[in-house]
């Protein structure tokens, strides 16, 4: 894959990376629909931003309006490096996209397919062959060359399909749930590719995906959609340990409710004792909690290790062996509060356990904030 | 679970009395349908209709045939190609623009297209004889019989090659070739137009069908000397004796299937080669 590199040639995309500039891009429809509240995001020269999200947030709106296959609503401007592109047509700006099923020409071969974008830029034809084979090599195709899409497996789909993307060397790439037909084991596979990939080629990239581990894991920030607006712009790490906002939280990860009564007490209840509650929290009636911060200790005291840190108590209600963790699904004594837990998988409680629990009072997240709307 | 294995056997008991009463059905189907092209194949190489093949075999029927109305073959046959061109030149095109408006007119325009099917071929006739009768040498021509032709057969390449332009994929496939800088004609000729090449060839060959066995509107529009080979079958029928009738269909049956395989199998490699759509 990274032969270029490893020979000491030019890096393959020598296209100058670009900083893309959204600015108060909103999108309705006929019909009154607005798919796209006004939107405003920098994507930095060289940046990967995943735009992530449920179906119908918006976000492959808002990936079509960079790319030009949508005219944003008047007032809404893009630009490439600062240059306005609004009024330029896709094929005038420069871009590469992977769609979804990935949109490859059925009745030509992998190089017809990898040299399009260049036999009508009109490239001459030596040019064409060198370019269409040094992709070829980028994303480990060769031998494929003059197979046809249909007989080639998802996976191989996929690689040409960004292949003819970056042949032409655009000046920001754009990938529309480039993963999704893809099944487990290789969507996985491929994801690392992608992700090695985008940082060889060192090129701007829009990703847009539904799926939380995939967006992690190959962008470098993370733009949370819901409802046609980001709700939050951040690093992944940033983005799920503080969270900005309860549904960035809940979408990142999974998360446990913890119900508490502001007016009754300062702290939070928890299986008879009562944890110290941040200042920042105080109001909230219910708090969040991500599963691997529910820290819990077999036994019949709580451990004399960590002082200062009160531990609860908890029934085990279900335990489920996940292959690399265990999964505990606790009944918090004395609450109404049901909370999971993953423990290592070695993790010896049993169904009917009653166990000691404990939350670090920094992993508590708010669970309510000001309701999302245009 | 008794009474489910029972079922089960009784449905597999029905499926084996099925394939007889299918097979003889279509049997019966297949003779009826195949024992009148016999019958006249055979009056156009017997000596006597009535007496049958006891009459004695001649091929004197077909040499009569060719010498009066050979010309209305080949008439018929250019005239088929020269639509089916005209029909794809028009037609694709207006396929595409219409699979990709949403408009209201472009639905009633699609309506309005089919019309000259559902409306009898007389009709259209008449209506064009109305509008462009005056115009002399257009009338005299082949050039009038083919415009009818063309209004006629229109409807189904149209609509055969927007459904397929209509497929989702497409336009997928015109937003790739779009972001890789492509123009409109690129785009169209080089990857729209092959991807549903399979769906044009199929228009193509149903338009070249119509057009060759058309009788109702160009027997209204032809002249003497714009005779097709439906119209030539028509006035043999009418004026001659049977046996040259059916010697003409004969003649027609000869001629016309080659081209119809050749027009099939030029089908079937374009579905092999430009039909594979992905997964």
Not at chain 1, 221 to 249: C, K, N, S, T, W
Request: glycine letters at 8%.
């Amino acid at each position: 894959m990274d032969q270029n590199l490893a020979n000491g040639a030019e890096p393959f995309n020598a296209a100058p990376s670009t900083r893309i500039e959204v600015m108060e891009c909103a999108k309705t429809y006929v019909g009154g629909v607005q798919a796209l509240c006004p939107t405003s995001l920098t994507v930095q020269p060289g940046e990967v931003l995943a735009l992530l999200g449920p179906s119908g947030c918006g976000k492959t709106t808002l990936l079509r309006v960079i790319a030009g296959l949508i005219d944003p609503d008047r007032g809404g401007r893009i630009a490439f490096n600062g240059k306005d592109v609004t009024v330029r047509p896709i094929e005038k700006r420069s871009v590469g996209m992977v769609f979804q099923h990935y949109a490859l020409f059925p009745q030509m071969t992998v190089e017809g397919n990898i040299g399009y974008g260049l036999r009508v830029r009109g490239v001459p034809a030596p040019q064409i062959r060198r370019r269409v084979g040094e992709v070829i090599d980028l994303v480990r195709l060769t031998g494929l060359e003059k197979r046809r899409p249909a007989q080639l497996s998802g996976g191989q789909r996929q690689r040409v399909a960004l292949a003819r993307a970056v042949a032409v060397q655009p000046r920001v790439l754009l990938l529309d749930e480039p993963l999704t037909a893809l099944d487990a084991k290789l969507k996985e596979a491929l994801r690392d590719e992608l992700a090695q990939l985008l940082r060889e080629l060192h090129i701007t990239a829009v990703h847009v995906t539904h799926d939380q581990t995939e967006a992690l894991a190959i962008a470098d920030r993370l733009a949370v959609m819901q409802a046609g607006r980001i709700v939050q712009v951040g690093r992944g790490e940033d983005l799920y340990r503080q969270p900005g906002h309860p549904f960035v939280a809940e979408f990142l990860g999974r998360v446990n409710r913890l119900q508490r009564d502001p007016t009754a007490n300062a702290g939070v209840a928890l299986g008879g004792v009562e944890l110290a509650c941040p200042a920042a929290l105080h109001r909230q009636t219910t708090l969040l909690v991500r599963p691997e911060d529910v820290q819990i200790h077999l036994g019949t005291a709580p451990p004399f290790a960590a002082q200062g840190t009160s531990w609860g108590q908890a029934r085990v209600l279900q335990r489920s062996f996940l292959g690399n963790r265990v999964q505990l699904r606790l009944m918090v004594l004395g609450q109404a509060d049901v909370l999971v837990s993953d423990q290592p998988r070695d993790c010896a409680a049993a169904v009917n356990d009653t166990v000691h629990i404990t939350i670090d009072p920094a992993c508590l997240m708010p669970a309510s904030l000001n309701a999302v709307s245009c | 679970m008794k009474r489910a294995l029972k079922r089960c056997s009784a449905t597999h008991q029905q499926g084996r009395l099925d394939a007889p009463v299918l097979l003889s059905v279509t049997l019966l189907v297949t003779l009826f349908t195949v024992l009148p092209m016999l019958l006249s194949i055979t009056a156009g190489l017997s000596n006597n209709f009535t007496r049958g093949v006891a009459s004695g075999l001649t091929t004197r029927w077909i040499v009569e045939v060719w010498s009066l109305y050979g010309s209305t073959v080949w008439s018929s046959v250019l005239l088929a190609l020269s639509c089916m061109v005209l029909v794809l030149c028009i037609g694709v095109p207006c396929a595409w623009a219409l699979a990709r408006s949403e408009s209201r007119a472009a639905r009633v325009f699609e309506d309005l297209l089919t019309l000259p099917v559902a409306v009898p071929g007389l009709a259209s006739a008449l209506a064009l004889i109305l509008a462009y009768g005056e115009l002399r040498g257009f009338r005299q021509s082949f050039l009038f019989i083919l415009a009818g032709h063309v209004v006629f057969t229109l409807p189904f390449m149209v609509r055969t090659a927007s459904a397929a332009f209509a497929r989702p994929d497409l336009q997928s496939l015109d937003e790739a070739a779009r972001s890789l800088g492509a123009s409109f004609l690129q785009r169209f000729f080089g990857v729209l137009v092959p991807a549903v090449a399979p769906s044009i060839v199929a228009g193509s060959l149903m338009v070249f069908t119509l057009s060759v066995g058309e009788f109702n509107l160009t027997w209204m529009l032809h002249t003497p000397l714009t005779r097709t080979l439906p119209v030539g079958l028509a006035d043999s029928y009418a004026s001659m004796r049977i046996e040259i009738g059916s010697a003409y269909t004969l003649v027609f049956f000869t001629v016309i299937l080659p081209i119809l395989w050749a027009m099939q199998a030029v089908a079937r490699w374009t579905e092999k080669a430009y039909g594979s759509k992905l997964g």
